[in-house]
Each structure stands twice: as structure tokens, then as C-alpha cells.
């Protein structure tokens, strides 16, 4: 029975080291690759350049304005009625 257990886990153990072996390996090519990558692309530049992000512009239709206080007060008393209604 000992020498099951210990059989057992010492496949359990192998068979652990093999797994984090391969997701080593495979996580050092992608590493490798993206730093290849990254070499490539500082060699070779591209002509074409990225375009500075523009501002935004607000359109006429679209500034900011006060709201009437009658309107306030009339959202207000609105949210309040359904508040109430729904306890």
C-alpha cells in the first residue's frame, strides 16, 4: 500500500514538473517573440506615422445652459413622489 502511495506521487510530481515545464517554455517563446517583435518594429519604423489625437469641438447646439429653477423644482418634486410611491 506505501509503495502505491508513493508511486502515486511521485507520477503526481513528474507529471506537475513536466506541465510547468511546457508553460515555461511556452511563456519564454511568447516573450521572445513579442521582444522580436518590438526589435522589428524599432528597426523598420513605419511610414506611417499616427495622427495626432484632435480635439473635440462642441457644436453650437450642444452648450452647457441653465436649467430653469421651475424645472429643478419640478424634477425634484417628481423624484421625491415616486420615491414615496415605491417604499
Given amino acids: 500500500m506505501n509503495s ?3 508511486a502515486q ?3 503526481a ?3 506537475m514538473l513536466v506541465g510547468m515545464g ?3 517554455a511556452f511563456l519564454t517563446l511568447l ?3 513579442i521582444k522580436a517583435i518590438e526589435l522589428f518594429c524599432l528597426k523598420f519604423p513605419s511610414a506611417q506615422t499616427a495622427a495626432p489625437a484632435q480635439t473635440r469641438k462642441t457644436l453650437p447646439g450642444n452648450q452647457p ?3 430653469d429653477p421651475a424645472t429643478v423644482a419640478a424634477i ?3 423624484i421625491h413622489l415616486h ?3 415605491t417604499k
Fill in 22 to 24: 511546457f508553460v515555461f
Fill in 13 to 15: 510530481a513528474t507529471l
Fill in 76 to 78: 425634484s418634486a417628481a
Fill in 31 to 33: 516573450i521572445g517573440g
Fill in 9 to 11: 506521487l511521485t507520477e
Fill in 65 to 67: 445652459h441653465k436649467t
Fill in 4 to 6: 502505491e502511495i508513493s
Fill in 83 to 85: 420615491r414615496q410611491s
